[in-house]
C-alpha cells in the first residue's frame, strides 16, 4: 500500500439487516444513505490513526473496489474513514458495581 491508502474488506455479518420485526433486509436494498463497516487488512506507511485488524467506518458511495487472490477489497483514503471501533477489552476480574 503506498501513502495513506487503506485496503479494507467488508463485513459479511453486516451485508444483510434485519427489521425490528425479524424481517431480512438484503445488502442489495436501497435505504437511503447508509455507512458501512469493514476490517483493516493493509494500510501504507502515512497512515496514523488505523491499524490492521480494525474495524473502520466508511461511506460506501466512495469507494473503489478492487480484486486481489480472488477476494474482493475496497481501497480507502484515511481521509474518508467516519470512525475507527474501539477493540474489545478484555473483562476484568472486579467486574462493574451498580
Do not use: C, N
Request: aromatic share 4%.
Amino acid at each position: 500500500m503506498l501513502h495513506d491508502r487503506i485496503l479494507v474488506e467488508l463485513d459479511r455479518e453486516a451485508s444483510e439487516r434485519r427489521s425490528a420485526s425479524g424481517i431480512v433486509i438484503p445488502a442489495t436494498a436501497v435505504l437511503g444513505k447508509r455507512l458501512a463497516w469493514a476490517t483493516v487488512v493493509a494500510a501504507g506507511p502515512s497512515v496514523r490513526q488505523v491499524a490492521l485488524g480494525d474495524r473502520v467506518l466508511f461511506d460506501p458511495e466512495d469507494r473503489a473496489e478492487v480484486e486481489v487472490a480472488a477476494h474482493d477489497y475496497i481501497l480507502l483514503r484515511e481521509r474518508d474513514l467516519h470512525a475507527v471501533a474501539e477493540r474489545d477489552e478484555p473483562s476484568s476480574s472486579l467486574g462493574l458495581y451498580l
